[in-house]
């Protein structure tokens, strides 16, 4: 049997708003294609991997950030956005890895539920893969990946009509100090951490994406085609 087929769009450091308009170009195309031949029967949607080129506060669904708070955090530089994914305010930055998902989870035989268990199970093997065997994923809402209490991996995705985006945040060499300015994803008394914290030692995003491909394709169980930029 054929393993579904899945689009990776590499796009190394990248402004975060460029990366929302990539991931809206290809949630058009799969939500056109519903339904239709266009898209082969094999081709499960694409795999957004970047690293972003500035520091940017979001927040999900459920809020997060106040006027006052978004005010305070763009006067330290950053960026600021509001998103359709699920949870509450975050951050992103250089020596982060993003994975922002845009899948048909029907093509992949998941659910949402089993979606982002999978996505925490790749985050874990990547840890795992490190050295960092006491990584874990926890349930809501505490969903991520932590090692003890101090979360390494964010997660946070939306879903309409089978079709998901946004996904993942793997802390990898980021600077930790922007977290300070937030309580992340609303989590009072949890800390963050990153690879290059745990290990001693400076882990790039470069380093890192090899893993998580491999991580990703044993997980969903897919195949990759790489491209440039979404059709």
């Not at 266009?38 to 500035?54: K, Q």
């Not at 955090?73 to 998103?83: K, M």
């Not at 093997?125 to 505490?142: F, I, M, N, S, T």
Request: net charge positive; charged share 20%.
């Amino acid at each position: 049997m054929l393993q579904p087929v899945v689009r990776l769009v590499r796009l190394n450091r990248l402004p975060y708003a460029e990366l929302l308009a990539l991931q809206e170009r290809w949630l058009r195309r799969l939500q056109a294609e519903l339904g239709s031949e266009a898209l082969s029967a094999a081709e499960a949607g694409a795999l957004l991997l970047c690293e972003p080129a500035g520091p940017v506060y979001t927040s999900g669904l459920r809020g997060g950030l106040t006027p006052e708070e978004t005010a305070r955090l763009r006067a330290l530089g950053a960026e600021v956005r509001a998103t359709g994914r699920g949870g509450l305010a975050t951050f992103h930055g250089p020596g982060q890895l993003l994975c922002h998902s845009v899948l048909d989870l029907r093509r992949l035989g998941l659910r949402l539920r089993t979606h982002v268990a999978a996505l925490e199970s790749c985050a874990v093997r990547v840890c795992e893969l490190q050295g960092l065997h006491g990584a874990r994923a926890r349930p809501p809402p505490y969903t991520g990946v932590w090692l003890g209490e101090r979360k390494v991996c964010a997660i946070g995705v939306r879903c309409g009509r089978h079709i998901t985006s946004h996904g993942l945040a793997l802390n990898c060499c980021t600077d930790l100090v922007w977290f300070e300015h937030i309580v992340p994803c609303g989590l009072v008394g949890t800390g963050v951490t990153s690879l290059s914290e745990e290990l001693q030692r400076h882990v790039s995003v470069d380093e890192v994406i090899p893993p998580f491909l491999e991580a990703f394709r044993e997980t969903y169980k897919c195949t990759f085609i790489s491209e440039d930029r979404p059709n």
